[in-house]
């Protein structure tokens, strides 16, 4: 079992800066893969980027490429999402999972999610 807690979301003017984090519960943290996914009003859930528990290998959606950056610290059991140059479009309520295969970008694939955190970006 995988417990995560979203943290770091609040509002930015469009072009800002903002670093989301994900704490997670337990001693296998290393041996998850970890994603951030996204979810605006009337949208469905989108990818955003993951990080594969092994070999560092890390996805980003289309939107995203170029301006988010994904990191993790196993030792602290935590994973980041770096958001610069943010958009209005990027105004959603972002959430972290776990899965214990790859850096997978469909949501079906993860067995644990986080509560959300809001990021309102203002134009």
């Known amino acids: 079992q995988v417990q995560l807690i979203e943290s770091g979301g609040g509002l930015v003017q469009a072009g800002g800066s903002l670093r989301l984090s994900c704490a997670a519960s337990?001693?296998?943290?290393?041996?998850?893969?970890m994603g951030w996914f996204r979810e605006a009003p009337g949208k469905e859930r989108e990818f955003v980027a993951a990080?594969?528990?092994?070999?560092?290998?890390?996805n980003y959606g289309d939107t995203v490429k170029g301006r988010f950056t994904i990191s993790r610290d196993n030792a602290k059991n935590t994973v980041y999402l770096q958001m610069n140059s943010l958009k209005p479009e990027d105004t959603a309520v972002y959430y972290c999972?776990?899965?214990?295969?790859?850096?997978?970008?469909?949501?079906?694939?993860?067995?644990?999610w986080g509560q959300g955190t809001q990021v309102t970006v203002s134009s």
């Open positions: 990080f594969s528990q092994r070999g560092g290998t890390t």
């Open positions: 999972a776990a899965t214990s295969l790859g850096a997978l970008t469909t949501t079906r694939y993860y067995n644990y």
């Open positions: 337990g001693r296998t943290f290393s041996l998850y893969s």
